[in-house]
Structures are given as structure tokens and as C-alpha cells.
């Protein structure tokens, strides 16, 4: 396909932006243009910002004017920041998306539609499948409100997909991200220099490395599947391991003051707002899905597995290091 | 130990404290630090000090359902306590375990609270099999949302039981073990020991099917004596969240340590592997196989059950 006209909305978060300078560089693409209510934050070369906001209703007829051929949807937000408390997280994305596919219905040159959505439909449970496949989304109830908003968002896209049977949509369904100096909440709790974790519990990881998530998305939009695949490195991590790797001591914290505790911290240190049940969910009973479908179907071989985003975390992050024990010295001195 | 040894090790005792207090007060990590300092500590000593370091770093081993095999290697000496002394089981048949390749391990399931009977089976495999391998147990559910007991099945080899789970595993040539009972096995009163439950709607079947796994029948007596039920409080079961609540001679009367079992004696059979290779896969969803393979699994148990009661003689000497 020579020539393609790819739309990215909420080109203003960070995979997006990635995504568009990658694409920038491809001369097959004729044409990029980014939608969103906030300029980027990096400079993009040739792709075409557009300022509006998703839940407007100038969408439908801004998305036909641009004659895509691809729709790139990055304009789902996973957790509530500064600007867009968690109330707002629901007019954002589900609504959000309803307006989205509403305009490009009228979009008679679109043929590919991708989601960037994410695992967390499937849920974090105790006990569940060690590994989610793409059809077991919805087997199990959905218990928070991000959950409800990914499920609807994915009806509203199924729906679509099976009244525009020409248009191929791709959900693609994210586990979190990690790599050093990542602006995410995640990333930011394990990089805090003593981790408040679930006393008696030790989640199994599968954080997606950067790099993958972005080669991911890009392998999406160059070779659209139909359906959902997961987005996941191979193999999983305990929660346990991944902090020793990056040297970090954990503060076992028992149930029912680990969500006060790390909400204080939420708010001031990790940059995000109140932490939500999905966050307390993962660092209770951790994830895992099965990328069969990612590395088959989509052709993109993760390059880092679970362990090995794990150890590029630590590696890189290493420069902020554990606090001095100044005391254990000399304790262990004065023992003899 | 003489005198003289004593001091010695307590000097080399102190020696390692010495080191590890310069190795950190010049700026080392402690394990790091902990690893210099223990060159002058006995080997036996210094090979743990070395371990924990290494641990302590991450750099260790997990599989991706979480099996961490120096873990479980660590807490074998408990459950090889409970195997040789505690219940000094009596294994028979383990020829009838594939040294390789996938299969699927079937067995009786008894003894409330934790699933003894599960570790054993997983102590008799390693223990007495000529190339041992660690099996991973398929255990009931609830176990993995309680705190502690979570993250300890899992290390050691458990699985939440799911049939997505089994199967994942048996593709992975594992040596997977399921108890087809369930809580309906675990919950029964006393007065029905060693008497089959219902196996499930024999999803196991089915799953074995799929992935051409042979089915190895085990039976295990001695299991039920552990935590005799006399009764079942339901009360108690809803407010704890937990699918039954036992009540047994010692639990909860005498608190935590009514959680000790009681030392009987057990046997555990491992009959010969059922070959299911004539099958195609698609015949998982023939029902009547199904549910005809699954009765002939419960029967075989029920019968070595049976057999291995006489054998055993009197249930706790």
C-alpha cells in the first residue's frame, strides 16, 4: 500500500508521538496527522496537528476531511493525571471512542482501524488463568470502572467492525509499560526509593517494554489483524524479583493500608491522581497473558521477554540507587 | 562438637560480621559485601551466605507461571520431614510415572486445609523416581487469593486450577497433576473416607484428550486420617470467604496448633498410565468418552484405594 494517509488521535501522549516520528520516517506514508487537544510535547517533522478534543462533535466532520486510510486510536487514558481526574477518564474514553467511530463511519476512504487498548479487560485476579487469551475477554466479572469503560469501548468497536465488514480493526490490548524514566505512574512507584508492596502477596509481571510497546503499535498499523491480540513480552516476572533486580528494598505493607499508603504517595510523588482499584489489583494479584497471537499473526517478535525489560529497568535505573544504610555498619561492627 | 571447634567457628563467625561491616561502610551493597565476607566461613556456611546474596540480587531463576525451583528446593526438607517421619509414606508404581514428556497425574484428594496430599505426591515423584521432575499442581482456587499461601503454592509449583491452565502446561511437556474431586473431595465428613466424589464433569478428560497426555491414576490413603471432618461449619465458611470450614477434633479448639496433622500412615500407588494416543483430539468432545474414561479413571483410584486400606493395616502405626 503506497501512499497511505494515517490519522493518530491523542497525539499528545508519548506511544503516539513515538509512533508518528517512526512513521515519519517511512516514505511509504504520504500523509500523518495528529489529533488531539494538546500540542505533543516533542516535535514532529511533517505530521499535521489538529486541535480538537475527541468528545467534540466537529469530529465527524474532521475525520472524513482528512481522507485517511488509517485510524490510529491512542486516545485512551489508562489513569487519571492532573489534568483529567478519574471522572473524567469515562467521557474520555468511552465517549471519546462513540464520537470517534461515529465520524469515521462517514469516512468512505478509511480500511483500517487500531485500537490502542488495553489487558485490563481481562481483569487481575487471584485466581484465574495464568495466562488470558484473546477470547477469554469478559469471561470474568468486570470490576472497576476503567474495566467497564474498556469493555464498552470494545463493544462500540465490534459493533463497528461488523458494520463496516470492509474497514479491518485491530484492538490491541496493552499490558502495562516499563523502561527507566518512563512518565508513568507504574514506573514511578517501582522506581521510589523503597517499594510499599501487598504484604502476603507477590504479583506475576508482564510489563511490556517501551521499545515493544512502540514496534508493536507500529506493527499493527503496518500489518492490521483482525480482532484482539494481547500485547505482552513472554514469560512473567514476580513482583519480588523485579525489585531486587533493581536493588530496590520492598516494604511489605498488609491490605488494607497499601491503597491510603500509596494514594498519599499518588498524589505527590508518582504523578498520577488517586490511585485506582486497577493499579491496587495488579500490585495485589498481578497479570499474565499469552502473546501467541502478537508473535504469529501480527509478525512482531517481542525483543525483550519479561525478565529482560525487568533487567533493562533496573540496569538503567540503577543510577538512582538504593538509600545508604549507614547504621547496618556500623551495627555489624559493633556486634563483634 | 569439641571446645576448640566451637571457638574456631565463632571466629570465623566473626570474622564474616567484620567484613560485612568494612564492605559496607566503604560503600557495597550488603549482599554484595556479604558475598566478600564469607570467603573465610566453612564451605556449607558460605555456599548459603553466597545463595542469599545472589537471591537477594534477583538473580535467580523464575518460570513463567512463577515455579521458582530453589525455592522449592528450600522447603523441601520440611515436606521430606512429613514424607519419611510424619507419615512415613510408602510409595509403590513410580516406573508408572514417564520420565518425560507431558502426562497427567490424577489422584484422590482429601485432607482439608492444605493440600498435603498434592505435595506428597510431588515428594514421592522427587524423592523416588529415577529422573526426578517437578510437577505442577493444579490447586483449588481460593488458596491463591489468601495472602501468603499465594505466592508459597506458587513457587512450589502450584497453578490456580483451570482447564486453560492444565492444558497450557501439558503442551509445555509438564507433568501436570489435577484432583478431579475437588472441595467436594477435601469437604467430606469422616465417616465417608476413601469414598470417590463426583470427578467434576471430567473436564480433565477432556483436556488430556486435547493434548494427547497419558493419564496416570494415583491413589493416596492416609490422606483423610490427617484432618479427620466431623463437621462442616457454614458459618464460619461465609465469613471467612473460604469454600468450607473444617471442624476436626483438634480445629479449631486448640487453635493454630489444631492446623498440626495428625501422624498417620500413608501409601501412595501410581497405577499404570491410561494411553489416550488412539484418540484423536477432536474427541474431547465426544461426551460419552468423556464421561466413560473419566469413570474408569475414579474406578481404578477407588479400587487401589481400597486395596492399599489393607495393605496399610491400622491408620496410625
Known amino acids: ?336 | 562438637m569439641s571446645t576448640s571447634q566451637d571457638t574456631a567457628g565463632a571466629e570465623a563467625i566473626a570474622g564474616f560480621l567484620r567484613g560485612l561491616g568494612t564492605g559496607i561502610g566503604s560503600g557495597l551493597d550488603p549482599g554484595t559485601a556479604a558475598e566478600r565476607a564469607a570467603s573465610g566461613l566453612p564451605r556449607g556456611l558460605r555456599d548459603s551466605v553466597e545463595r542469599a546474596a545472589r537471591r537477594m540480587r534477583g538473580d535467580y531463576h523464575e518460570d513463567e507461571w512463577g515455579f521458582d525451583e530453589e525455592f522449592a528446593e528450600a522447603v523441601f526438607p520440611f515436606f521430606e520431614f512429613l514424607y519419611e517421619r510424619w507419615w512415613r509414606i510408602e510409595a509403590d508404581g513410580l516406573v508408572n510415572v514417564p520420565s518425560h514428556g507431558r502426562a497427567l497425574i490424577v489422584s484422590n484428594h482429601a485432607g482439608s486445609l492444605f493440600p498435603f496430599d498434592g505435595t506428597m505426591i510431588t515428594g514421592a515423584i522427587m524423592k523416588e523416581h529415577p529422573l526426578p521432575r517437578w510437577p505442577k499442581i493444579m490447586v483449588l482456587n481460593w488458596a491463591f487469593v489468601l495472602p501468603f499461601l499465594s505466592f508459597f503454592m506458587r513457587r512450589v509449583g502450584g497453578l490456580p486450577a483451570s482447564p486453560h491452565n492444565a492444558a497450557r502446561a501439558l503442551e509445555q511437556d509438564h507433568l501436570v497433576m489435577v484432583f478431579p474431586e475437588g472441595v467436594k473431595g477435601t469437604g467430606k465428613p469422616f465417616s465417608e473416607r476413601y469414598r470417590l466424589q463426583r470427578f467434576g464433569r471430567g473436564g480433565f478428560v477432556e483436556v488430556a484428550l486435547r493434548a494427547q497426555a497419558p493419564i496416570v491414576p494415583v491413589a493416596v490413603v492416609g490422606s483423610e486420617e490427617i484432618y479427620p471432618l466431623i463437621g462442616n461449619s457454614s458459618a464460619l465458611a461465609r465469613l471467612s470467604g473460604a469454600p468450607f470450614a473444617p471442624i476436626t477434633p483438634t480445629f479449631p479448639w486448640l487453635g493454630p496448633l489444631g492446623l498440626i496433622p495428625l501422624p498417620s500412615k500413608w501409601r501412595i500407588e501410581f497405577c499404570p498410565p491410561i494411553d489416550l494416543s488412539e484418540y484423536p483430539p477432536e474427541a474431547a468432545e465426544d461426551r460419552r468418552l468423556v464421561f466413560d474414561l473419566s469413570e474408569q479413571v475414579r474406578e481404578t483410584i477407588q479400587e487401589k484405594l481400597y486395596e492399599n486400606l489393607v495393605k496399610r493395616g491400622s491408620a496410625f502405626i
Not at chain 1, 6 to 16: F, H, K, P
Open chain 1, 1 to 336: 500500500m503506497a501512499g497511505r494517509r494515517i490519522l493518530i488521535t491523542g497525539i499528545a501522549d508519548q506511544w503516539a508521538t513515538e509512533l508518528a516520528r517512526r512513521l515519519e520516517r517511512d516514505p511509504q506514508v504520504e500523509f500523518i496527522a495528529g489529533l488531539d487537544s494538546e500540542p505533543p510535547a516533542a516535535d514532529l517533522d511533517r505530521t499535521e496537528f489538529i486541535e480538537a478534543d475527541l468528545r467534540s462533535p466537529l469530529l465527524s466532520r474532521l475525520i472524513p476531511a482528512t481522507e485517511p486510510d488509517t485510524v490510529v486510536h491512542c486516545g485512551i487514558v489508562w489513569y487519571p493525571t492532573a489534568g483529567k481526574p478519574a471522572r473524567a477518564l469515562h467521557d474520555i474514553n468511552v465517549i471519546g471512542s462513540l464520537q470517534l467511530l461515529a465520524a469515521c463511519e462517514k469516512a468512505p476512504t478509511l480500511e483500517q482501524v487500531i485500537v490502542r487498548g488495553s489487558a485490563a479487560i481481562y481483569g487481575c485476579e487471584g485466581a484465574s488463568p495464568s495466562f488470558f487469551t484473546e477470547d477469554m475477554a469478559r469471561k470474568l466479572p468486570l470490576r472497576t470502572r476503567f474495566q467497564r469503560d474498556i469493555g464498552e469501548l470494545e463493544n462500540y468497536f465490534e459493533t463497528f467492525s461488523r458494520r463496516r465488514a470492509d474497514v479491518t480493526c485491530t484492538m490491541l490490548r496493552f499490558q502495562p509499560e516499563i523502561a527507566a524514566g518512563l512518565a508513568t505512574p507504574l514506573v514511578r512507584y517501582l522506581s521510589l526509593p523503597a517499594v510499599p508492596t501487598i504484604l502476603g502477596f507477590d504479583p506475576r509481571l508482564q510489563l511490556v517494554h517501551a521499545e515493544d510497546a512502540t514496534g508493536a503499535l507500529l506493527a499493527a498499523t503496518m500489518n492490521p489483524v483482525r480482532g484482539p491480540v494481547n500485547v505482552a513480552p513472554s514469560g512473567t516476572i514476580s513482583m519480588s524479583r523485579l525489585l531486587r533486580l533493581a536493588g530496590r528494598p520492598q516494604v511489605p505493607i498488609p491490605g488494607q493500608l497499601f491503597g491510603p499508603a500509596l494514594s498519599r504517595f499518588g498524589r505527590r510523588g508518582l504523578g498520577a491522581g488517586e490511585v485506582y482499584n486497577d493499579a491496587l489489583r495488579l500490585l495485589r494479584f498481578g497479570r499474565g497473558v499469552d502473546n501467541t497471537r502478537l508473535r504469529e499473526e501480527l509478525g512482531y517478535e517481542p525483543r525483550y521477554d519479561a525478565v529482560a525489560a525487568a533487567k533493562d529497568f533496573a540496569e538503567k535505573s540503577k543510577g538512582r540507587s538504593i538509600v545508604p544504610l549507614p547504621g547496618l555498619g556500623a551495627l555489624a561492627g559493633r556486634a563483634i
